[in-house]
């Protein structure tokens, strides 16, 4: 009997180990399958480079938000010039700055507050309306301090659009969307900034933003071709140079005015790159002139952004936009507005250009700022021929403007939008002889041009004629 009883308890023993261990196993699968469960929910809901918050999470935030916040903010920032980190360093480099600014932004938040990636170099804070714009101002000062990249360290700055709901309501994707607006806004700007808009603001962003788009596409599918408007000496009639232009084939293949995207070109950042790409476009034709009889005292005119993001005069893109042989062949037109956002670097770049025979070219006369200017060296004042000989007081500053600040840089002047004889006479008289505009030739293709030049005699004089 003793034995049957040692023997059962024995039975029994290995049946609870048993049965503890399957218990055990169970146990241990259900926790796997847990943790598996939160993986795949967690993958689900955050972006796997920064671990932050996906789309799809973020408007299910702002949705739930919006029921229990009164007043919400949607914050939508990205970096300034991020294409240039990419394009200089490569995607790894790309990767590591963005995961470095998403670790800022979140060691800036509470749990109040929501981050999230929406791909690319853009992210989104969600919070409460009356913390925004504290939040934001901290947001740009957090990007004072250089980012480690690797073995780098890169300056960046984030440019920051809010949109807050007010009385009226509003839908997750319209708040993105404000925001969205109110970002690009601070991109065209310069970045390094914020703008704000609120829910009942009437933004006519649809249109603006469907129509930047189409140029960023024409732009990216080289369907930008270069014009260029001859510009002449009138005092020896000679034919001396041309403004290179950026038009834009529509679908159907018709040419776009000039005004008609170039209003729907509301980012810095655009603007530079139509600008390169008109250079890039340009270029054949330079080529040719600069390899010809032509080419002594030849110069080809290329306007700057009149806002160019200050990280395009630190990345030295403006530099480089013309490649490193000599530039005896260009004359830059540029705003005070183009540089003044940063204004030693663009001295340092203006500078490096005209060492290598650039000339500069003070664009906007009546409005600019000379005090911000002392530093750059001016060869060139531009006048807008349509104010000669107007009664306007505007129009006579202009022109007196111009002739001062010509004799301040002791700087020559030349003329754009010359459409009648008087007017040719008038800036003359003001000693200003290079002149281009309706009198003497309106803006023609590169192949046009060429015939223009094979037209002209050994001197390559013109013929008002010819327009």
Known sequence: MLWLSVAATSGLAVGLVAHRHRLSSAISEQQQLRDDLRHWEHRATHDPLTGLLNRAALLACIEQRLVSTPRLAVMFCDIDRFKAVNDGFGHDAGDLLIGEVARRLENLTDGTMAVARLGGDEFVVVLDADR?????????????????????????????????????????TELIALADSALREAKRLGGDRIETVTGDQHLQRDESIRRETMVRRAIADSRTVPYFQPEFDVETRRLIGAEVLAR??????????????????????????????????????????????????????????????????????????????SLDWLTIDVCTTAVTDDLDAATESLNALRMRGARVCLADVLTADLRALDSIAIDEVRIDGRVIGSERPSDRLQVDTARRVSEQFNATLSAVCVETSEQSQHLLGLGCTRQQGRLFHHEVTALEFERLLLAGTSNHSFDPQLA
């Open 132 to 172: 925004a714009e504290i939040f934001s101002r901290a947001i740009l000062g957090a990007m004072r301090s250089p980012c480690v990249v690797g073995d780098r360290m890169l300056r960046v700055s984030l440019s920051v659009g809010i949109a807050t709901t007010t009385s009226t309501s509003s839908s997750p």
């Open 248 to 325: 834009w084939l529509a679908d159907d293949g018709s040419l776009m005015r000039a005004a008609e995207y170039l209003e729907s070109v509301v980012d810095a950042h655009s603007y530079e790159r139509l600008t390169e790409s008109a250079v890039r476009g340009a270029t054949p034709l330079i080529d040719v002139v600069l390899s010809s009889p032509f080419a002594d005292g030849f110069r080809f005119r290329v306007n700057l952004p009149q806002h160019c993001a200050p990280r395009a005069w630190r990345d030295d893109r403006i530099v480089t936009l013309f490649g490193p042989s």
